[in-house]
């Protein structure tokens, strides 16, 4: 690496640490990429060349603890485990992340899930990871004869995501709706996925 890449490499990290402290005083809403600049010591112009506008920014700052913590997470778990526990464990440590500011993670999460992938390469990349984890633990449980031979590993990762998902949107939203409320709610769903139509279930 150059001097002058370690250099954009401060600068983008200097960037990240003035961004991350004016989100979390002021809220997204209230910052401008301006103001962010000044506060750095830094000029617009050097704001968007790192990052290409506000919501990019707002990515970089909060994905990096969600990416870091879902690492963690999935490190510390085995496929081996029991299936639901693993999965509100995983539910549990990442609804923890997002009470400590949900304002600034819904606002995330409104502004760049339906990006497309190119625009939100971070949410790609923790989605991937998770599903990939997902599938290797029910491959794995399939294979020990727990789950039903036709199932569809990457189809069941995926209606679990978006289960998780949904009820992601409540908690965001609903500032009377609790930890422990979407945790519950979650595991209830979990039950009737794994235990229901999705893995015993007939043909209709």
């Known amino acids: 690496m150059t001097r002058r890449d370690d250099s954009k490499a ?14 979390w005083e002021k809220g997204v809403e209230k910052c401008t990429i301006r103001e962010i600049a000044k506060e750095a010591g ?17 990515e970089a700052t909060l994905y990096e603890e969600i990416e870091t ?14 299936f639901s526990g693993v999965l509100m464990y995983i539910v549990s440590r990442m609804l923890a992340v997002y009470d400590k500011n949900r304002d600034l993670y819904r606002i995330l999460i409104r502004d760049t899930y339906y ?13 991937e990871q998770y599903i990939q984890f997902v599938v290797e633990m029910i491959e794995r449980k399939k ?4 789950f039903r031979k036709n199932l569809d590993p990457n189809l069941a990762a995926w209606s679990i995501l978006y289960l998780y998902l949904g009820v992601l949107r409540k ?3 609903d500032p009377e709706f609790s930890v422990a409320d979407a ?3 979650i595991a ?5 996925l794994v235990s229901g139509f999705l893995f015993h279930g007939e043909k209709q």
């Open 69 to 82: 913590n879902l690492a963690k997470t999935l490190a510390n778990l085995s496929t081996d485990q029991e």
């Open 143 to 146: 294979g020990k004869g727990h």
């Open 42 to 58: 830094v000029s617009p112009a050097s704001v968007i060349v790192h990052f290409k506008n506000k919501t990019a920014l707002l």
């Open 115 to 127: 990006e497309s992938l190119h625009d939100s390469p971070s949410i790609a990349r923790q989605d």
């Open 188 to 192: 209830a769903m979990f039950q009737q």
């Open 171 to 173: 908690f965001l939203i």
């Open 183 to 185: 945790e519950s709610t």
């Open 10 to 23: 401060e600068t983008r990290e200097l960037i990240l640490k003035t961004a991350r402290l004016l989100f």
